[in-house]
Each structure stands twice: as C-alpha cells, then as structure tokens.
C-alpha cells in the first residue's frame, strides 16, 4: 500500500519529466503548416496532387458533343446547345454550373474521348453565382464536334466485343 | 491621486461635490489600468500560449495581425465586442451578468499586491499574500455562479466541478505558501522577496528539501486553482462543451478568458515571490546602473518578468504535454498527496529552522547542484527525442 503511494509519486515525476522533454524536442521541428495563399513555396495550385479533383475542363477540340457528359451529370448542371448548320451539328454552347456541380466525377466516366476532366485548379471563388459557370463555347462562336477517326471506330467495336464476351463469360453459371 | 481628484474638480467640475469627482477619478483609473495594463498583459500572454502550443504541434500559430501576429488578441477582442451579447431565457439574469465581472474582479485585484520591483508595487499589504488567496476566492464564486445562472447543464456541472476543485487546491496552496512564509516571517511580498537574495542560493527554492518540494506542490496546486490543463475539468471540452462559459457569448465570454490568462500571470508571479527571489537583483549589476535609478527599476521589473515567463512557459507547455485528469483522480492528488505532502514540508521548514536557524549551505549546494543535473539531463533528453524524431530543424521562433 504505502510502497504503492510512493510509487505513483514516483511516476508521476518521472512520467512528467519525460512528457516535458518530448514536447520541448517537438518545438524544435520545422512547422509543416502550408501558409495559404501567399506565402507557399510555389503557387499552390502546382502543390495540388495531379489527379485532384478541382474545377473541371473540357478540351473542347476533342469533344464530340455526344451529350453523355450531361446526361450523366445528377444535378444537371452541364449545358449544351447544339446546332443545325450547313456544315453539320454544331455546338453554340457548353456551360458547367461549377456553383451547383458537386465534384463527383460522374459525367467524367462516360465521356469516349476523355475531352471532359478535373484539373487541379481550384481558387475561382466569385461575388456571383453567374461568374462560377464556365462556359467552354465562346459567345456567338460555334464548334465543329470531334469526329472519330475510322481505326478510332473499329478499335472501340473491338473493344466492345471484347466486353460483350466478357459479360457472356459472367453469365454462364458457375460449375 | 487625491491631489489628482482635487485639481480636477478645482479646474473641470467644480459644481460637482468632491466625493463624487473623487469617484469619477477613480473609475477613471481603474478603466486605464485596465485597458492600458491587465489587458495587454492577458493578451499577450495568450498570443505567446498560442504560438507555443502550435510550435509545439509543428505549426505556426498566429502570424498575420502585426508583427507575427502580436495584434491577433486585439483582433479578438474586438471582434468579440461585436458579437451578440446572447442571454438564454432559462438563466437566471441577474446572476448570468454579473458572474464574468466577479471572475474578472478576482483575478484582476491580486495585480495590485504584485511586486514588480521594489518600489513599483501598487499596495504593500502587510497581509499581502493572504489577499491573494482571498481574492482568488472571488473566482470561485463568479465561476458557480455564471454556472448556475445558465441554466444549463453544462454549465452547472463545470460550476460545480470549479468550486470543488478551487476549493480543494486552496488547502495545498496555502501550505505550501507557508514554508517560504516561516521562513521569512512575514506576509507581505515585499518582505518576502527582501528576505531572499538575488543568487540563486539565497532563494527559498534551494533553502533546504523542503521548500524544495514545497515549490513543486504550489506549482501544481496554481495550476489546479487556475483551471488549466491539465486541470481543466470545469470547462473540459469533451465532455461539457465548454463548462461554466457554455452560454457566454460576446465581451462577457472573453472576459473569462482574460481572468484565465491574466491567472497564468499571477501564478507565475507568486511563484516568483515566494520560492524564486523575486526582483532581487545582483547587487554588482545593479550598482552599475546606480540603485536608486529608474534604469535599476526597470532592471529588477526585467528580472522579475524573466523569471515569470519561464514558469509561463512550463505551464503553457504542460498543458501541452499530458492529458486531463479525472475527476477523482484530481481530488485523490490534492487530497493524497498534496495535503500530507505539504504538511510534511511546513513541519519539515518548521523544524529545519529550529535545528539551523541560519540555513546549511551544504544542503543548499547539493539542491543547486542536483537542481542543475536535472536540467542538463532534461536538456540532452531534449535533443536525444529531437535526434530519434529526424525532423528538420528549426530554431526561429518567427517563422
Ligand atoms: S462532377 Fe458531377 S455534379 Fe459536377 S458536372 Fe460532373 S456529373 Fe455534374
Ligand atoms: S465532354 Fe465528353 S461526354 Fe461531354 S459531350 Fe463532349 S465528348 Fe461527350
């Protein structure tokens, strides 16, 4: 008993002087805090990691104006304008409501050219709703869609063989 | 400040009566002592908790107010005024608004027996210790009370837990105040401090085992009284929100605040007072300023400071280093150890000045000389744990 009282003095000092000497060694450490936004090493949206999930971009050269993207999107914040036009369908407009988009990726996935995806830019904030819409049409110009090459086509029937097979493997009961 | 009152009213307010200029005079005062003194004083000691505690935590703390952020408690403070002042409809108003003011009130008055040199004291009290004691009593009651006039839970259990522990760590304190005030007779700081030296071996710290201990028991039990960490069980955020100041909000929650730092102060001071020399200053040192010049004031003011924002640090950093104890665990430590351990040092004193009433220096030595090892062996602990931990290195404090 008594020796147990003597003890828990004991440890007490000696645990404390112990606690006292980790966390005067941790004052010596270099700070790890990132001094947004203006005192970073570079700027930060190269400190970003490449794959980040950000605003979104579309690379309008390539995209075939196949409307997946906004088909896809749960809140319906892509908006594209297609036109007639003698040489064809052509887009008037592609706007992204980036205030309403929720950054889930989803109208990432069906798109076949991969012209729509994040990039690692993220410092857009505005004083108004209208600025956060990115408008990848420039008004009143127009844009041919992309089209697919040929091989292009026949690469993707392949591969969309390739994947019916696949299903019908699945199917097939397992023995 | 008679003399103050009285060419007032001759030049300014003579259709008032003298009382009442009087009055206004003091009101006067005491609002620029505080704004112009305590408040700086909390602020800063709590701009200088921060940025050790994110040091600590490898950031970087306040930085953009000011230079490196000396200014951010300034920013509080007003944003603080601007906030709504929120009365919830179950408390008990009366009660609700006083309650910072007295917690306010009974930090703030053990400023004025503080010695900051030995001339700079605002009241010498010959009782000057026991005034401390009493007025951080008035804290208790404006802790119960803003816990109970919250009507809230919450509240009311981190009042309860204050008083308890407030009231439990008074016993430690005084005991372990009474070593040092056999030793020098008297109860006034002033006197206290004259019966030590400046050299560390004429301090009450290293005067014999006992105030040795008793040092560390009176550092423990300041802690417990100031409600810090770990000690922080009336307003321990994990389990009551945020104790007796749940329903604060605006000026009166900083307040609280302000008492709490403005504790971390006083508790270093009566530190300082009674164990480390207070302002005493080497006597070569200070002759070479002149004694009784005003830079020889403000050498012993500086001294004073050095020897309070040390024992600040160690608090700040304790808090930083283990977890808060339970609430038993809290009594069992006063009630277990403190106690008998601080009786055991008042007889031990008591007997000791019996047995050599002029002190042993052999024994003074030996605690220097023990006193010192520790801490060089505390030092190289220091850099072992920094050496195992392979971080960078960084040593300026202005990051
Ligand atoms: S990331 Fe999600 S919410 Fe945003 S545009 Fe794409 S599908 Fe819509
Ligand atoms: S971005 Fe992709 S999915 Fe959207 S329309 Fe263009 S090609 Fe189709």
Redesign the pocket.
């Known amino acids: 008993m008594s020796s147990g009282y003597f003890n828990n003095i004991k440890e007490a000092t000696v645990s404390l002087f112990n606690g006292f000497a980790i966390t005067l060694s941790n004052m010596f450490r270099k700070p790890v805090t990132l001094q947004y936004p203006d005192k970073t090493p570079r700027s930060v949206t190269d400190l970003m990691p490449e794959r980040s999930r950000s605003w ?1 971009k579309v690379e309008m050269p390539i995209c075939t104006a196949c409307l997946n ?1 906004e088909k ?4 319906d ?2 908006k594209i304008t297609t036109e007639k036009d003698p040489s064809g369908r052509v887009m008037s407009g592609f706007d ?1 409501d980036m205030a ?9 996935e069906p798109c076949p050219t991969g012209a ?1 995806h994040f990039i690692p830019e993220f410092e857009r904030a505005s004083f108004s709703l209208d600025q956060m819409i990115s408008r990848f049409v420039p008004e009143g110009e127009k844009v041919v869609p992309y089209k697919v090459p040929k091989k292009d086509k026949d690469e993707e029937k392949n591969s969309a063989k390739e994947e019916a097979e696949d299903k019908a493997a699945e199917a097939e009961p397992d023995a | 400040m008679e003399n103050f009152a009285i060419h007032i009213h001759e030049s300014y307010l003579y259709g008032l009566p003298l009382s009442v200029v009087n009055l206004i005079v003091m009101f006067g005062a005491a609002f620029v002592v505080l704004l112009g003194f305590v408040a700086p004083f909390a602020g800063l000691l709590s701009f200088i908790e921060r940025r050790i505690a994110a040091r600590i935590q490898c950031r970087i703390g306040p930085n953009r107010v000011g230079p490196q952020g000396l200014l951010q408690f300034l920013a509080d403070g007003v944003k603080s005024l601007f906030k709504e002042d929120l009365i919830p409809k179950v408390a008990d108003k009366p009660l609700f608004i006083i309650a910072p003011y007295l917690v306010f009130l009974g930090m703030f008055t053990s400023f004025v027996v503080l010695p900051f040199s030995s001339q700079w004291i605002v009241a010498d009290l010959n009782v000057g210790i026991l005034y401390l004691f009493a007025t951080a009593a008035i804290t208790v009651v404006g802790l119960v009370m803003a816990g109970w006039g919250s009507g809230s839970k919450w509240s009311m259990l981190g009042g309860m837990r204050s008083a308890a522990q407030i009231i439990s760590y008074e016993i430690p304190t005084g005991l372990a105040a009474l070593t040092a005030i056999l030793l020098a007779g008297s109860l006034s700081l002033q006197e206290i401090i004259a019966a030590q030296g400046p050299h560390p071996w004429q301090w009450y710290f290293f005067d014999n085992p006992f105030t040795f201990i008793a040092f560390f028991i009176l550092f423990v039990a300041l802690v417990a009284e100031g409600n810090r960490a770990p000690f922080d069980l009336p307003e321990a955020e994990t389990e009551l929100v945020s104790g007796y100041n749940t329903e604060y909000s605006g000026m009166r929650f900083l307040f609280f605040f302000f008492a709490e730092w403005a504790h971390l102060y006083v508790l270093g001071a009566i530190l300082t007072t009674l164990f480390l020399g207070g302002w005493q200053v080497p006597e070569s040192l200070l002759a070479s300023v002149g004694a009784e010049s005003i830079a020889a004031r403000i050498l012993e003011l500086v001294f004073f400071q050095l020897k309070i924002y040390v024992l600040v640090f160690l608090v700040v950093q304790l808090r930083w280093t283990v977890p808060r104890v339970r609430m038993d665990q809290m009594m069992d430590m006063c009630w277990k150890y403190l106690v008998p351990i601080g009786f055991f040092c008042v007889a031990g004193v008591a007997i000791w000045m019996m047995l050599f009433p002029d002190g042993v220096s052999f024994v003074k030595y030996l605690l220097i000389a023990f006193s010192s090892a520790m801490v060089l062996y505390y030092f190289y602990k220091v850099y072992r744990n920094f050496k195992d931990s392979r971080a960078e290195l960084e040593l300026n404090p202005f990051v």
């Open positions: 979104l993207c896809a999107c749960p809140i914040c892509i992204i309403k988009c929720m950054y889930c990726g989803l109208c990432t729509i």
